[in-house]
């Protein structure tokens, strides 16, 4: 049997990380079984759902690179299908008509809490049986499951272990509303039937739905899928992850400077793991998930951890790659990569540097842009009269230079230490301030062959320009 998986977001907002994770361990574990992932939108919520939403949930996934091989399917567009079932339900006595006002049922509940008894829809209660017997043909009703009154469900959670419910504590369900639209618990039911999933991956918020779901299956004569439900995610105070631990939405993620396969292998571990490996290959993902090696304990969200995985995909990807994802951060940072170096030799130099692509676009500005003032920390601190001499010999060598390699730079760096009898800081420092116009940067050699002999010779001058006016206003 084919493994089919799915995930069923209801567009309510943004693609959240609890979601994410979701959708990724689904997809994993289709692709580790050669299944197939289908996407299906609950959007029966009209008040809360939005066209946005499902767009930004789409964009998340796409982000992320979770292609589903089905879909997306909107349960808006199943209401037929779903009361057409309704109605087989109906027709073979496994659900029926309630008319039992809201009034009515709350009236019962008061009583039944006022009598401390479990609050529940109680079909033979004396006064809902009066208001069905009264009730005609015609008059406004629900449709409620007839859940089965005896023994127990039992299912083997691929992360819990065995559940087991017992039936008393379930009610008559409605499964479709006096307007006439079913329910969410039952579409549920009916799309997982109808396609195909044999493994449901949610989050552990719906494992209270599970045993009346399962009820409704068997009513249908539909087989029952397994079962995974996944612990939450917590943010580092203990809460449940919200918005005010921080970012919460993937495309928020991409838009902080993460590479999508940073996030994928910070999520798969969080709550997963493979003996103490850390770091995943999309396809050692595939081929080493799997469910019972999920936590049954909730997981903090580590920012830190983020980070460190983002500098290493940074640091290992295709430069190429690494370009594709930092164009956005140029485009948004209006930084035009036209007139300078290969962005792929820059990112080779730099990547390592950096935790996210946000500061990678910010630290290769100098690279394409000139600069009108040198940063004044490091210029207060570097550009004094006593760097005077070295860049004067230092602009020199760099303009006799003839083939432009970072060996040779490193050689007319060391040429000038040697000839001025003066050590390696005195120049290194000054001349990185003055072709970067600050004083942090990669190996400065390879930054000015980066940057290129022209504008290293103009910024050199700069440098000079700079310190003989600080020492003409002293
Ligand atoms: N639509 C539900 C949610 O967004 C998921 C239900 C399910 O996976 O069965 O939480």
């Known amino acids: 049997m084919t493994v089919k998986t799915r995930f069923a977001p209801s567009p309510t907002g943004y693609l959240h990380v609890g979601g994410a994770r979701t959708a990724l361990y689904s997809w994993l574990y289709a692709k580790h079984n050669k299944g197939e992932f289908v996407l299906r939108i609950e959007d029966t919520d009209l008040e809360r759902n939005s066209q946005e939403a499902v767009d930004a949930i789409m964009e998340g996934m796409e982000w992320l690179g979770l292609e589903w091989n089905e879909g997306p399917y909107f349960q808006t567009q199943r209401f037929d299908r779903y009361n057409e079932m309704v109605d087989v339900l109906l027709a073979q006595d496994k659900a029926y008509k309630c008319y039992a006002s809201k009034e ?4 019962v509940r008061a009583e039944q809490e006022a009598n401390k008894e479990m609050a529940r829809y109680d079909a033979n209660h004396p006064k809902i049986k009066a208001a069905n017997d009264a009730a005609k043909d015609g008059d406004p009703c629900v449709i ?18 065995r559940i087991e419910i017992s039936n008393s504590q379930m009610d008559d369900l409605i499964i479709r509303r006096t307007d006439g639209s079913p329910t969410y618990n039952f579409c549920v039911v009916v799309d997982d039937w109808d396609m195909e999933i044999t493994h449901v991956i949610r989050g552990e918020d719906h494992i209270n739905n599970t045993p009346r779901q399962i009820n409704i299956y068997e009513a249908l004569g539909a087989p029952v899928p397994t079962f995974a439900h996944c612990a939450m995610i ?19 993620y991409r838009d902080m400077g993460y590479l999508p396969e940073a996030l994928n292998n910070y999520l798969v571990r969080l709550g997963w793991s493979h003996g103490d490996q850390e770091i995943f290959s999309q396809e050692e993902m595939i081929e080493f998930f799997s469910l019972n090696a ?16 983002n500098n290493h995909y940074i640091k290992t990807s295709e430069p190429e790659y690494v370009a594709k994802h930092l164009q956005w951060h140029l485009d948004q940072q209006a930084l035009n990569i036209e007139n300078g170096p290969a962005i792929t030799e820059v990112i080779k130099l730099v990547g390592e540097r950096c935790n996210t692509l946000v500061e990678l676009a910010e630290q290769i500005r100098y690279f394409y842009e000139d600069f009108a003032e040198f940063e004044a920390g490091a210029a207060k601190k570097h550009l004094r009269g006593v760097a005077k001499e070295p860049l004067e010999v230092a602009l020199a060598k760099v303009e006799a230079i003839e083939e432009w390699t970072t060996e040779n730079l490193h050689q007319m760096i060391a040429d000038v230490c040697a000839d001025l009898e003066i ?20 190996s400065v050699d390879a930054v000015m062959q ?11 001058k700069m440098a000079l320009a700079f310190i003989a006016e600080r020492e003409a206003n002293a």
Do not use: Y
Request: a positive charge.
């Open 234 to 252: 917590l943010g580092d105070d203990g809460a449940k992850l919200s918005k005010r631990h921080g970012a919460v939405s993937v495309m928020q």
């Open 294 to 309: 999920i936590s049954k304990s909730a997981s903090a969200f580590n920012t830190d951890k983020l980070l460190w995985l």
């Open 450 to 460: 980066l940057i290129g002999k022209a504008r290293c010779v103009a910024r050199i």
């Open 423 to 442: 050590g390696m800081g005195k120049i290194g420092m000054p001349l990185r301030v003055a072709v970067t116009g600050g004083g942090q940067s990669p």
């Open 104 to 107: 009515l049922l709350d009236e």
């Open 144 to 161: 409620r499951f007839r859940n089965p009154k005896e023994g127990s469900v039992v299912f083997d959670d691929q992360i819990r272990g």
